[in-house]
Protein backbone atom coordinates (compact mmCIF):
# COMPACT_ATOMS: atom_id res chain seq x y z
CA UNK A 1 0.00 0.00 0.00
CA UNK A 2 1.22 3.76 -0.64
CA UNK A 3 0.62 6.35 1.80
CA UNK A 4 1.46 10.43 1.98
CA UNK A 5 4.47 11.55 3.64
CA UNK A 6 3.67 14.33 5.45
CA UNK A 7 5.49 17.30 6.66
CA UNK A 8 5.71 18.34 10.49
CA UNK A 9 4.12 21.20 9.55
CA UNK A 10 1.00 18.81 9.22
CA UNK A 11 0.68 19.41 5.50
CA UNK A 12 1.01 16.54 2.23
CA UNK A 13 4.66 16.90 0.78
CA UNK A 14 4.55 15.45 -2.83
CA UNK A 15 6.24 12.35 -1.92
CA UNK A 16 4.60 8.88 -1.13
CA UNK A 17 6.35 5.68 0.15
CA UNK A 18 4.86 2.34 -0.14
CA UNK A 19 4.29 0.06 2.83
CA UNK A 20 5.19 -3.72 2.61
CA UNK A 21 2.00 -5.62 2.18
CA UNK A 22 3.67 -8.34 4.25
CA UNK A 23 4.28 -5.89 7.42
CA UNK A 24 1.58 -3.52 7.19
CA UNK A 25 -1.14 -5.42 5.55
CA UNK A 26 -1.20 -8.95 7.20
CA UNK A 27 -4.65 -10.62 8.79
CA UNK A 28 -3.70 -9.98 12.39
CA UNK A 29 -3.20 -12.73 14.63
CA UNK A 30 -4.90 -11.95 17.59
CA UNK A 31 -3.26 -14.91 19.96
CA UNK A 32 0.16 -13.83 18.88
CA UNK A 33 -0.38 -10.32 20.32
CA UNK A 34 -1.47 -11.75 23.39
CA UNK A 35 1.18 -13.24 24.12
CA UNK A 36 3.54 -11.08 22.79
CA UNK A 37 1.67 -8.71 25.48
CA UNK A 38 1.40 -11.21 28.44
CA UNK A 39 5.28 -11.49 27.60
CA UNK A 40 6.11 -7.78 27.60
CA UNK A 41 4.09 -7.22 31.19
CA UNK A 42 5.30 -10.69 32.73
CA UNK A 43 9.13 -9.26 31.85
CA UNK A 44 8.33 -6.08 33.71
CA UNK A 45 7.40 -7.46 36.81
CA UNK A 46 9.92 -7.73 39.91
CA UNK A 47 8.88 -10.85 41.65
CA UNK A 48 10.34 -9.74 45.03
CA UNK A 49 7.08 -9.90 46.84
CA UNK A 50 7.42 -11.99 49.95
CA UNK A 51 4.66 -12.99 52.97
CA UNK A 52 5.67 -14.34 56.22
CA UNK A 53 4.67 -17.57 57.28
CA UNK A 54 5.11 -19.17 60.54
CA UNK A 55 8.62 -20.42 60.59
CA UNK A 56 9.70 -16.70 59.75
CA UNK A 57 7.19 -14.30 61.93
CA UNK A 58 8.31 -12.64 65.09
CA UNK A 59 6.46 -13.84 67.71
CA UNK A 60 5.90 -16.26 71.08
CA UNK A 61 5.22 -20.22 70.21
CA UNK A 62 4.03 -20.48 73.64
CA UNK A 63 0.27 -22.37 73.46
CA UNK A 64 -2.20 -19.65 74.48
CA UNK A 65 -4.15 -21.69 77.13
CA UNK A 66 -5.13 -25.10 77.53
CA UNK A 67 -6.18 -27.33 75.12
CA UNK A 68 -9.29 -28.41 76.73
CA UNK A 69 -11.93 -26.68 79.28
CA UNK A 70 -11.78 -23.29 78.73
CA UNK A 71 -15.21 -23.76 76.17
CA UNK A 72 -13.30 -21.94 73.59
CA UNK A 73 -11.75 -23.04 70.64
CA UNK A 74 -7.79 -25.14 70.62
CA UNK A 75 -5.36 -22.19 69.59
CA UNK A 76 -1.49 -23.19 69.51
CA UNK A 77 0.42 -19.56 69.03
CA UNK A 78 -0.08 -16.11 68.39
CA UNK A 79 1.70 -16.46 65.17
CA UNK A 80 -1.48 -18.28 63.60
CA UNK A 81 -3.00 -17.34 60.82
CA UNK A 82 -6.30 -16.62 62.60
CA UNK A 83 -5.09 -13.70 64.56
CA UNK A 84 -4.48 -10.17 63.59
CA UNK A 85 -0.43 -9.78 63.34
CA UNK A 86 0.29 -13.53 62.31
CA UNK A 87 1.27 -15.20 59.87
CA UNK A 88 -0.68 -15.47 56.14
CA UNK A 89 -1.04 -18.71 54.99
CA UNK A 90 0.05 -19.44 51.20
CA UNK A 91 1.31 -16.15 50.44
CA UNK A 92 3.65 -15.02 47.54
CA UNK A 93 7.29 -15.46 47.79
CA UNK A 94 9.73 -13.65 45.58
CA UNK A 95 9.31 -15.27 42.07
CA UNK A 96 10.66 -15.10 38.24
CA UNK A 97 7.41 -14.32 35.86
CA UNK A 98 9.33 -14.38 32.59
CA UNK A 99 8.82 -16.60 30.06
CA UNK A 100 10.17 -17.31 26.56
CA UNK A 101 8.69 -17.11 23.12
CA UNK A 102 9.97 -18.01 19.80
CA UNK A 103 11.06 -14.94 17.71
CA UNK A 104 8.14 -15.95 14.68
CA UNK A 105 5.46 -15.75 17.01
CA UNK A 106 7.43 -11.97 18.14
CA UNK A 107 7.71 -11.11 14.89
CA UNK A 108 3.64 -12.19 13.94
CA UNK A 109 2.73 -10.11 16.91
CA UNK A 110 4.59 -6.90 15.99
CA UNK A 111 3.56 -6.91 11.81
CA UNK A 112 -0.09 -7.68 13.39
CA UNK A 113 -0.27 -4.74 15.79
CA UNK A 114 1.16 -2.67 12.71
CA UNK A 115 -1.42 -3.98 10.55
CA UNK A 116 -3.62 -3.07 13.03
CA UNK A 117 -2.97 0.70 12.94
CA UNK A 118 -2.81 0.53 8.82
CA UNK A 119 -5.99 -0.83 9.17
CA UNK A 120 -7.80 1.89 11.35
CA UNK A 121 -5.87 4.50 9.47
CA UNK A 122 -3.66 5.27 12.86
CA UNK A 123 -0.35 5.24 11.18
CA UNK A 124 1.09 8.61 9.79
CA UNK A 125 4.58 8.60 7.65
CA UNK A 126 6.79 11.67 8.58
CA UNK A 127 9.39 13.34 6.87
CA UNK A 128 12.05 12.73 8.37
CA UNK A 129 12.84 16.05 10.62
CA UNK A 130 14.78 17.46 13.83
CA UNK A 131 15.08 20.59 15.88
CA UNK A 132 17.70 23.31 16.52
CA UNK A 133 17.28 23.21 19.73
CA UNK A 134 15.17 21.57 22.34
CA UNK A 135 11.97 22.85 22.75
CA UNK A 136 8.74 21.18 24.21
CA UNK A 137 7.42 23.94 22.26
CA UNK A 138 8.15 22.89 18.89
CA UNK A 139 7.34 19.44 19.75
CA UNK A 140 3.68 20.46 21.17
CA UNK A 141 3.39 22.94 17.85
CA UNK A 142 3.80 20.16 15.62
CA UNK A 143 1.48 17.80 17.30
CA UNK A 144 -1.24 20.70 17.25
CA UNK A 145 -0.43 20.70 13.01
CA UNK A 146 -1.88 17.49 13.07
CA UNK A 147 -4.22 17.97 15.68
CA UNK A 148 -2.84 15.32 18.52
CA UNK A 149 -2.16 17.22 21.49
CA UNK A 150 -4.61 14.86 23.58
CA UNK A 151 -3.69 11.86 22.09
CA UNK A 152 -1.42 8.99 22.72
CA UNK A 153 1.82 9.07 20.68
CA UNK A 154 4.49 6.57 19.24
CA UNK A 155 7.38 8.38 17.24
CA UNK A 156 8.98 5.81 15.36
CA UNK A 157 12.68 6.92 14.34
CA UNK A 158 15.87 5.40 12.92
CA UNK A 159 18.06 7.02 16.01
CA UNK A 160 17.21 8.73 18.77
CA UNK A 161 17.81 12.97 17.91
CA UNK A 162 19.26 14.37 21.41
CA UNK A 163 17.18 17.60 20.45
CA UNK A 164 13.41 15.71 19.14
CA UNK A 165 14.01 13.49 22.52
CA UNK A 166 14.41 16.38 24.62
CA UNK A 167 11.24 18.31 23.19
CA UNK A 168 9.30 15.54 24.22
CA UNK A 169 10.95 14.36 27.49
CA UNK A 170 8.22 16.30 29.12
CA UNK A 171 4.89 15.19 27.39
CA UNK A 172 3.44 12.19 28.79
CA UNK A 173 1.12 11.18 26.13
CA UNK A 174 4.39 11.24 23.63
CA UNK A 175 7.04 8.48 23.57
CA UNK A 176 9.62 8.23 21.18
CA UNK A 177 11.25 4.71 20.12
CA UNK A 178 13.53 3.25 17.29
CA UNK A 179 12.59 1.45 14.78
CA UNK A 180 14.60 -1.50 15.59
CA UNK A 181 13.15 -1.66 19.45
CA UNK A 182 9.63 -1.55 18.66
CA UNK A 183 7.52 -3.84 20.09
CA UNK A 184 3.88 -5.05 20.17
CA UNK A 185 2.97 -3.95 23.19
CA UNK A 186 4.34 0.00 22.61
CA UNK A 187 2.41 -0.30 19.28
CA UNK A 188 -0.68 -1.19 20.53
CA UNK A 189 -0.66 0.97 23.75
CA UNK A 190 -0.48 3.88 21.59
CA UNK A 191 -3.24 5.82 19.87
CA UNK A 192 -1.49 7.06 16.79
CA UNK A 193 1.91 5.67 15.34
CA UNK A 194 3.89 8.18 13.78
CA UNK A 195 6.82 6.97 11.82
CA UNK A 196 9.32 8.82 9.97
CA UNK A 197 9.78 8.36 6.57
CA UNK A 198 13.63 6.42 7.02
CA UNK A 199 12.28 4.33 9.73
CA UNK A 200 9.94 2.48 7.35
CA UNK A 201 12.96 0.34 5.51
CA UNK A 202 14.33 0.08 9.25
CA UNK A 203 11.21 -1.66 10.10
CA UNK A 204 11.14 -3.62 7.01
CA UNK A 205 14.68 -4.85 7.53
CA UNK A 206 14.16 -6.13 11.04
CA UNK A 207 11.30 -8.24 9.24
CA UNK A 208 13.03 -9.77 6.60
CA UNK A 209 12.89 -13.36 6.59
Known amino acids: MEVEVYSVKGTKTSRKVKLDDAIFGIEPNDHAIYLD ?26 KLHRQKGTGG ?6 KSPLFRGGARVFGPHPRDYSFKLN ?3 KKLARIS ?33 FKLEDTKILLVVPEIDPN ?32 MESSVKDIEK ?3 N
Do not use: C, W
Open 37 to 62: VKQFMANQRQGTHSSLEKSTISGSTK
Open 164 to 195: VSLSSRNLKRVKIIRAADLNTYEILDASRLLI
Open 113 to 145: ALSYKAKENNLTVLEDFTFDVPKTRNFIEMLKN
Open 103 to 105: KKL
Open 73 to 78: SRKGSI
Open 206 to 208: VHE
